[in-house]
């Protein structure tokens, strides 16, 4: 339950992406919907009825008028019988103690808490209309949601995924024998005792979820995990023409190039996400660190950090939506690995940092990849990699939701804190090593060490203007909300102010809570 001082603590904030004040005397407004849509499918959030924002005030005293409401008993049991209205609301999320009423100032005001919703209960939408009536918040308040984001979270509410679609009129003959082939080479040395070894390739793809019958016209066609993982590359580009693979290298440039390494369809592979995931690894690692070691008579150079990669790559495809418009893309730079894969997180980001739970949108292309010792058991996956780069004392991998692009990045840095310093997340796990060869693979190399510092300091100086723009906006603007929206850690945001401050660019009007942010000389 919320008390006076948690009012005022979240006022001197301002509203953000988990906050709204609104006027309300005698009546909801009409708004107050909008934004529990919105609440619910985003991050959660609390509304306040009875209090006023006057967002274009810097001075922190004026900013909000507390008129309060005139009849809060009135006014909540509407509120309750609104919610409860299929008609009105596609589900109440609330308890009682989520609605409250509290004296602020002499003045009694409503706050009401949403929580975020499940995958399995949004969209949350209004007056029965989902395509019309579903809201996403941003920074700068409620937004209509499109086609896409409501069609996404309507596919994300499936419990069986997504890949076990049926692709009508996609046959066996739509598969690249060569690759699965290639794949049940894998599977038996993995499983030389499996029964399904000596299935002919039609049976195989029906166990493994690759093939299906339709029960309702008995034909069988290949499912969308069957033909995305082996399919050849001309059906799969008809199917799926709203999809991109991409692996760009961008370490050790010279000059104006661009990269040192790409794979995209050329016409030279056939484009599914096995070939794509088995060409692009290998060059994704061989540049890390591989200690001698040895396994008996038989030499072990498989580092956690190389399962840690295998593993960043698997949550990358069997988390991706692949039915929206979108890329799945690798990069490897000279201070990070980044992967990026369309569509939303289905759990919280706290949630899929503790680990213990996994809700894969590819259900069979998770299954198909575990039965050849890629990806870990169902939860423990991204725990593994947090604690691989945390054995090589590497910045804490960063996972960040970009809801305007629908898609997920997640950046892998092969750098510890000191040494990147500027714009990620030092979490605690971080050593005082630096220089040495435990900050990146090629640190005995000049040209790579200078072309990371380069890159390093690009991003910086992008992030710092960013940041900048951001404050002359909105003098108000907090820590957090600079983190989402630079795409950083709140660390890293921290660093960057605290540097502005320093070279007397920025400063600080006020104490941290209730103060402002002012400009002194926008230009570095």
Not at 338 to 353: H, R
Not at 448 to 459: A, F, H, L
């Given at each position: ?12 904030k ?11 005397e ?18 959660g ?50 308890k ?51 086609d896409a984001?409501?069609?996404m ?38 499983n ?30 290949l ?11 001309l ?102 690995f ?17 680990g ?24 423990s ?8 780069w945390?054995?090589?004392h ?71 203007q ?59």
């Amino acid at each position: 339950m919320l008390t006076p001082t948690d009012i005022y603590e979240l006022l001197e904030k301002g509203e953000h992406l988990t906050l709204e004040c609104k006027r309300c005397e005698s009546r909801l407004p009409n708004s107050l919907w909008d934004t529990y849509s919105a609440f619910a499918n985003s991050y959660g959030g609390t509304i306040l009825l009875g209090i006023e924002e006057h967002r274009a005030e810097k001075d922190q005293s004026k900013r909000y008028t507390i008129h309060g409401v005139t009849n809060p008993d009135k006014l909540i049991t509407d509120f309750w019988n609104l919610l409860n209205d299929p008609n009105k609301v596609s589900v109440n999320l609330l308890k009682d103690d989520n609605v409250q009423v509290l004296s602020i100032e002499g003045k009694e005001i409503i706050a009401i808490h949403i929580p975020r919703a499940d995958y399995m209960t949004r969209p949350v939408f209004l007056n029965n209309n989902p395509l019309k009536a579903t809201f996403r918040r941003n920074y700068e308040g409620d937004y209509h949601c499109s086609d896409a984001d409501v069609r996404m979270m309507m596919r994300d509410a499936n419990p069986d995924g997504n890949d076990r679609m049926l692709i009508e009129y996609y046959t066996i003959d739509d598969i690249d024998i060569p690759t699965l082939d290639r794949y049940r080479m894998l599977f038996r040395i993995d499983n030389p005792d499996h029964v399904w070894n000596n299935l002919s390739n039609e049976d195989f793809l029906r166990q493994l979820g690759g093939m299906a019958t339709d029960r309702v016209t008995g034909k069988e066609w290949l499912t969308m995990a069957g033909l995305l993982m082996f399919g050849k590359g001309l059906p799969v580009r008809e199917r799926f023409d709203n999809l991109r693979m991409d692996y760009i290298d961008k370490t050790d440039l010279i000059g104006d190039q661009r990269y040192s390494d790409r794979l995209t369809y050329d016409g030279t592979w056939e484009n599914n996400l096995f070939n794509f995931m088995r060409t692009v690894l290998p060059r994704l690692t061989r540049d890390l660190p591989r200690p001698f070691a040895m396994e008996g008579m038989q030499r072990v150079d498989d580092t956690t950090q190389h399962k840690a990669v295998r593993e960043a790559m698997t949550n990358a495809i069997i988390h991706a939506d692949f039915v929206t418009n979108g890329i799945l893309k690798v990069e490897k730079l000279d201070d990070a690995f980044v992967f990026t894969n369309p569509g939303l997180l289905k759990l919280p980001i706290e949630q899929i940092y503790a680990g213990g739970e996994s809700k894969a949108r590819n259900q069979r292309m998770q299954n198909m990849l575990r039965m050849i010792g890629y990806g870990e058991n169902i939860g423990s996956g991204f725990p593994l990699i947090l604690s691989a780069w945390n054995e090589k004392h590497w910045v804490k991998p960063e996972l960040i939701e970009q809801p305007e692009l629908l898609q997920v990045k997640l950046k892998l840095y092969i750098v510890n804190f000191e040494t990147i310093g500027e714009g990620v997340q030092k979490g605690g796990q971080t050593s005082g090593q630096t220089g040495s060869q435990n900050t990146t693979p090629k640190t005995t190399q000049k040209t790579s060490q200078k072309t990371s510092q380069k890159t390093t300091q690009k991003t910086t100086q992008k992030t710092t203007q960013k940041i900048i723009d951001e404050i002359s906006k909105n003098s108000l603007i907090t820590r957090e909300e600079l983190a989402i929206i630079c795409g950083i850690s709140a660390d890293g945001v921290k660093w960057h102010l605290k540097k502005l401050q320093t070279q007397g660019i920025i400063r600080r009007v006020g104490p941290d809570k209730g103060g402002h942010w002012e400009v002194i000389n926008p230009k570095e």
